[in-house]
C-alpha cells in the first residue's frame, strides 16, 4: 500500500485548500482511512479519518467545522477540504489506507506541505 497526497501549498490565514491522496495497491475495501499531519517540531497526529461502516468522518477538534474529509466511490482515493486555515495548522499532510495510532502505521506516503501565513 502506497499512498501518494498532492495539493498542498502557501496560503494566507483564512484561505482554503483541498488536498488529495490516491492510495496504491489498496482494494479499497479497508476498515478505515485518515489524514494526519506533522508540525514542525511535533509529532504526528490524527485529524480526520473514515470508517467503512461508520455514520461520517470524525475529526480532532483541532479542525473540527473547518475541514472536511470526503472519499470517491472507489474508496481509492482520499479528499480533505480545509477551509478557514490558521497558521497553526502548518504542517506536512499525510494520508493513510488505516485511522489507528501515528506510531502504528507503516505505510506512509512523501507527504504534501501546507503552509499557513498571517
Known amino acids: 500500500v502506497h499512498p501518494v497526497e498532492s495539493g498542498g501549498g502557501t496560503v494566507q490565514a483564512g484561505g482554503s485548500l483541498k488536498l488529495s491522496c490516491t492510495i496504491f495497491?489498496?482494494?479499497?475495501?479497508?476498515?478505515?482511512a485518515g489524514w494526519f499531519r506533522r508540525a514542525p517540531g511535533k509529532d504526528r497526529e490524527g485529524i480526520a479519518a473514515?470508517?467503512?461502516?461508520?455514520?461520517?468522518?470524525v475529526y480532532a477538534e483541532a479542525v473540527k467545522g473547518r475541514f472536511t474529509m470526503s472519499q470517491d466511490n472507489s474508496q481509492n482515493t482520499l479528499y480533505l477540504q480545509m477551509d478557514s486555515l490558521k497558521p497553526e495548522d502548518t504542517a506536512m499532510y499525510y494520508c493513510?489506507?488505516?485511522?489507528?495510532?501515528?506510531?502504528?502505521?507503516?505505510?506512509w506516503g512523501q507527504g504534501t506541505q501546507v503552509t499557513v501565513s498571517s
Open positions: 493513510a489506507a488505516d485511522c489507528g495510532a501515528p506510531e502504528q502505521i507503516s505505510d
Open positions: 495497491g489498496s482494494t479499497g475495501n479497508r476498515h478505515c
Open positions: 473514515i470508517y467503512q461502516y461508520g455514520s461520517g468522518p
